[in-house]
């Protein structure tokens, strides 16, 4: 199976990403390295582009950028033509510092703090999607009076999408948002609705992360619809967009289904044309905002292996040089990988491994059971799919230095955030002794 648009293997056996053998990859850069896909990227990014879109529906694709983001990332969403989700001061600067227009910006998140919120005044953000009242007044008490910004409202429409627990966001006990079924979220629209500086243009929703099913994304729509058309009778006002979130499931594993064809997106707008007609309210602007399904098929990590391991049980390890602090998803979500040894590709992959790494702790596993040749000592082993929340999740957990990122595309490679030093890893302790 295929996990990026550019792979292939050399005759030697060595994989191959966007042009170049990761063994020469090891070479110039060391490993653990994260390596994107960049032609991979861009055709997902216009994936989304050209397939989110109806004749009568005006729609936006954003892209989230908690899933992954650096400068050249920004840069490359910006040049593919797509808006952008920030979700804190840090993922806002990123996107400035690299030119990325403001005017495009969608700064989300639950408990923004007032430095954020000034921050995203004074660069000018599109959209500031509000999470709760406080918020809203913190905003209101920084505005001056010729000032103005465009506000979404998050809302919780109490959808339970089938994902893992931790990136389920709509049940009804969830910190986002507000619920569609508490009636002072009215008053809040309407206290928002009545504040000249700020335009209200809709609310926002996201269901959850890694989701397969089709009716998830439609029964959200039309719970979103139905809000809408419930302010339009009880307030008066027509929203004139909704951003119904990400959460496009990916393949990790030959057993994950996801819904890959665009035409699934055209549907998704054909039943927010059609709903929004029989509820008889103004279609709205439709946006969606995937992170991981830009990116996450697009990266892997290439690791050196240690050692291997058969342990008094059985159970056979092989140690790599990277860990949970490169990986964390296995180890917080029990999400499953596929792997290869990536010098040795034409051989038959007949035993069962777990791959784990140098993390001092038994949860360090970074693919819990994957078959390989057996592996020795410096064989390069590829984990796939690690494009999203990967490097964006990573730490220095024991003191391990987080890896550098490169960029890959028509046999050539650049490096788009360099891979830490030690002295990296002490840069903001306080040297006492000096
Ligand atoms: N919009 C909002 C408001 C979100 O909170 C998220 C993800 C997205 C869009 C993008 O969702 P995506 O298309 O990537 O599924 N760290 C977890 C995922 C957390 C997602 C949080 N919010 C993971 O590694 O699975």
Redesign the pocket.
């Known amino acids: 199976m295929n996990y990026y648009s550019t792979q292939s293997t050399t005759k030697e056996g060595i994989l191959t990403i966007g042009g170049i053998d990761v063994a020469t990859l090891k070479q110039q850069y060391g490993t653990p390295l994260y390596i994107m896909d960049e032609a991979h990227i861009r055709e997902q990014c216009n994936w989304f582009k050209t397939g989110f879109t109806h004749n009568r529906v005006s729609t936006e694709v954003i892209y989230?950028s908690?899933?992954f983001l650096t400068l050249a990332m920004s840069r490359l969403v910006h040049e593919e033509g797509l808006s952008l989700?920030v979700?804190s001061g840090g993922e806002l600067y990123t996107a400035i510092k690299a030119g990325y227009p403001a005017q495009n910006i969608y700064f989300?998140g639950n408990n923004k703090s007032l430095t954020e919120l000034q921050e995203a005044l004074e660069v000018n953000v599109g959209t500031i999607i509000i999470d709760n009242p406080h918020e809203f007044n913190t905003l209101k008490s920084l505005l001056t009076a010729n000032q103005s910004v465009n506000i979404m409202l998050?809302l919780n429409p109490g959808i339970e999408a089938h994902t893992?627990e931790?990136?389920a966001?709509t049940k009804n006990d969830s910190k986002?948002g507000l619920s569609i079924f508490d009636e002072t979220t009215m008053d809040l629209i309407q206290a928002i609705a009545s504040t000249p500086q700020l335009h209200f243009k809709g609310f926002?929703s996201?269901i959850?992360?890694?989701?397969f099913e089709e009716s998830s994304f439609t029964a959200h729509a039309e719970a979103i619809l139905k809000y809408v058309k419930a302010v339009k009778d009880t307030l008066g006002i027509t929203v004139e967009a909704i951003n119904l979130?990400?959460?496009?499931g990916v393949r990790y594993t030959a057993d994950d289904q996801p819904i890959d064809n665009q035409a699934f997106l055209h549907r998704m707008l054909e039943v927010i044309s059609a709903t929004s007609d029989t509820l008889g309210i103004t279609l709205p602007h439709v946006m969606i905002?995937?992170?991981?399904?830009i990116v996450a098929n697009a990266g892997i990590t290439l690791y050196e292996v240690g050692t291997t391991k058969q342990v008094y049980s059985q159970k056979r390890y092989v140690f790599v040089d990277g860990s949970m602090a490169d990986h964390l998803?296995t180890s917080?979500?029990q999400?499953n990988y596929h792997g290869v040894l990536a010098n040795r590709m034409h051989e038959e992959a007949s035993h069962d491994y777990t791959v784990t790494g140098k993390a001092c702790e038994s949860g360090d596993i970074i693919i819990r059971n994957v078959k390989l040749p057996h592996p020795k000592t410096h064989d390069l082993l590829a984990v796939f799919s690690t494009g999203?929340?990967h490097y964006s999740?990573a730490s220095n957990y024991n003191r391990l230095t987080r890896p550098p990122v490169i960029f890959v595309k028509d046999g050539t490679s650049r490096l788009v955030v360099r891979g830490e030093t030690y002295a990296d890893l002490i840069r903001y302790d306080v040297d006492d002794a000096q």
């Open positions: 989230a908690k899933a989700d979700v989300h998050r893992h931790y990136i966001t986002f926002h996201h959850g992360s890694q989701i979130g990400g959460g496009f905002e995937p992170g991981r399904a998803r917080l979500y999400a999203a929340y999740m």
